[in-house]
């Protein structure tokens, strides 16, 4: 099962997509620009193979929900997040206003 539905953060608008898996969900906060996602982002990945690309992406570990995930420390980012102020340790919700 997938459910979007907008998150409004300090009058912006972003969206939330909840995808569930066997065993697992799938979180991720989206903008125009970047997004946050749960432990199953591969942040490396995006560093090093997609680096064209220049992604503005993080990841927050250990978060089971939406609510959690814009509230949680971010535990790593891409280069392009870190060129946009984001750093690990920054909340969600603050990463995705730098986002906007």
Known sequence: MMRME????DGFTALAIEVKLPKTTL???TTDKGYIMCGALDV???NERL???RI?????????TIEE???APLESVTYEAEELG???GM???EAILRMK
């Open 6 to 9: 907008p998150v409004s953060l």
């Open 27 to 29: 979180l991720a906060v």
């Open 44 to 46: 490396g990945l995006l």
């Open 51 to 53: 680096k064209d690309r």
């Open 56 to 64: 503005i992406a993080a990841r927050a570990t250990g978060v089971r």
């Open 69 to 71: 995930l814009l509230n």
């Open 86 to 88: 984001i750093v690990p």
């Open 91 to 93: 909340i969600g919700r």
